[in-house]
């Protein structure tokens, strides 16, 4: 156990009167965006083709969402709400239907205005500009239209067909079999967070040889696509040098100019889609294999995370969570003081390189093997973390709990057998409580209207922990 001197969550502070007050005025602001019937209606007035009832809208999927505030009451008018929308549009009945994908962020006090003031125009002319972007006083907010992005200018090259063959990696084709000029047929947004990165899909013919395939491009809104190709390049190799290797798919190179990383495509289903009583064992044991290769391999360049730094981050966001929660303050206090009461020192954890943000939607499945996805997040730290992010993710996606009881002791029984450290109950069961406070911070972050009974929930599990 560490011994610890870090500062208490300071209820006395967050539960005043004005503190309260801040919160009404920002649920009263901010949480109409975060539900999809009130995402629509607003929209519908902000959004000049959507207003004239031309186009009916089939369906609004709420794809990120994120609340940014302050501890300190007079900072409190600075909160902002950011919020992605995709929208699937028809317009007559029989017409085919079609999505867009809407950014806003919301302020309050009218700083919009001065936002909005300081934007800059990124190249664009006056009317492409005034196109792409929106103010919208009534609602004090700023609104973009995708491929628009403040962070990702180059987004519009990479929903272009034709300006993003001039970016395609041209020496990866090359290695797959693709030797003339590839015409890209189609682009999907696999994944996007406003701000920060984009994933798309892209069907790619040649026809020299009369082929059609798939490449995956991950744009940033700076230059770490560099350092991730480089890291995927690492275990790429690995893979073909060793069979027991974690298995990736294949990158195919990085393009700068628009801060992008290249993958292969590769066939696969998602692990939860398939996973049943009749194969857990097989997948558990693959799960282990791959991340156990993970955590003894040797890539470079990754930062450490340590226990303290883990306490560092909890101590704050409970106090945010405080802050928002008053009247649960005090479950909260005693879950930060349990944590860190609980801490495993750090002479007992293998500093090895982690995924950091393992869950079961990271892994596609293909002929009964698994492709491990998204290593954007590597850092040094502790392997178990690995184990208690996977299983708490499961816990709150698979409705057999029982299932995911025998999950959880197959992981862990498999992945014992191929390390050298031990995983001791304490430790794991240290990561599964730091996993739930995480869980329940992002449900904040998303702050829809019932995100505190939702927090409260997994909070009580946090207390008395899920392995009970």
């Known amino acids: 156990m560490m011994s610890t001197t870090h500062s208490p969550l300071n209820i006395d502070q967050v539960s005043q009167p004005s503190a309260a007050t801040d919160w009404a005025t920002m649920r009263r602001t901010f949480q109409r965006f975060t539900t999809s019937m009130g995402a629509v209606q607003i929209l519908r007035s902000c959004v000049p083709e959507l207003s004239t009832g031309t186009y009916e809208i089939s369906d609004c999927v709420i794809l990120d969402a994120k609340l940014k505030t302050y501890l300190k009451p007079t900072s409190k008018s600075k909160s902002t709400l950011s919020a992605c929308y995709q929208l699937t549009l028809r317009e007559g009945s029989t017409d085919p239907s079609f999505q867009r994908i809407i950014y806003v962020k919301v302020f309050l006090g009218g700083r919009s205005r001065e936002a909005f003031r300081l934007l800059t125009q990124g190249g664009m002319s006056d009317s492409e500009f005034h196109d792409a972007v929106s103010h919208v006083p009534e609602y004090d907010l700023i609104l973009w239209k995708f491929p628009h992005d403040p962070a990702l200018p180059h987004l519009r090259q990479l929903v272009d067909l034709l300006a993003v063959e001039q970016h395609l990696p041209v020496e990866g084709l090359r290695q797959i079999g693709i030797q003339g000029t590839a015409q890209v047929l189609a682009q999907h947004v696999v994944n996007y967070r406003p701000e920060i990165r984009c994933t798309n899909r892209y069907n790619l013919y040649d026809s020299t040889y009369d082929r059609t395939d798939q490449l995956f491009g991950k744009t940033f809104g700076n230059s770490q696509g560099q350092t991730l190709h480089e890291r995927l390049q690492y275990f790429w190799d690995r893979s073909l040098a060793d069979q027991e290797a974690m298995t990736i798919?294949?990158?195919?190179?990085?393009?700068?100019?628009?801060?992008?990383?290249?993958?292969?495509?590769?066939?696969?289903?998602?692990?939860?889609?398939?996973?049943?009583?009749?194969?857990?064992?097989?997948?558990?044991?693959?799960?282990?294999?791959?991340?156990?290769?993970?955590?003894?391999?040797?890539?470079?360049?990754?930062?450490t995370h340590s226990p303290d730094d883990h306490l560092v981050e909890i101590r704050k966001k409970l106090t945010k969570l405080s802050d928002a929660l008053p009247q649960l303050s005090e479950m909260f206090e005693n879950i930060a003081n349990d944590?860190?009461?609980?801490?495993?020192?750090?002479?007992?954890?293998?500093?090895?390189?982690?995924?950091?943000?393992f869950h079961v939607d990271q892994l596609l499945a293909d002929n009964r093997t698994l492709v491990f996805c998204d290593l954007d997040e590597l850092i040094i730290g502790d392997p178990v973390q690995d184990l208690a992010n996977f299983v708490v993710d499961l816990q709150f996606r698979h409705a057999d709990q029982e299932f995911v009881r025998l999950i959880t002791t197959e992981?862990?029984?498999?992945?014992q057998r191929l390390v050298d450290w031990t995983v001791s109950v304490e430790r794991f069961a240290w990561h599964v409580r730091l996993q739930l406070v995480n869980k329940a911070y992002r449900h904040y972050l998303?702050?829809?209207?019932?995100?505190?009974?939702?927090?409260?929930?997994?909070?009580?599990?946090?207390?008395?922990g899920i392995l009970q």
């Not at 398939?274 to 044991?285: G, Q, W």
């Not at 944590?339 to 943000?357: A, C, G, L, Y």
Request: glycine share 6%; with cysteine.
């Open 249 to 303: 798919a294949q990158p195919l190179g990085y393009s700068p100019e628009i801060n992008t990383v290249w993958q292969y495509g590769v066939p696969g289903t998602p692990l939860l889609q398939v996973l049943d009583t009749s194969n857990y064992k097989h997948y558990m044991a693959a799960v282990a294999k791959g991340l156990s290769s993970l955590h003894t391999s040797n890539v470079a360049g990754l930062a």
């Open 446 to 464: 998303r702050f829809a209207p019932a995100f505190d009974q939702t927090v409260e929930r997994i909070m009580r599990l946090a207390q008395r």
């Open 411 to 415: 992981l862990c029984h498999q992945y």
């Open 339 to 357: 944590i860190e009461q609980t801490t495993p020192h750090s002479s007992t954890m293998p500093f090895r390189p982690i995924h950091w943000d």
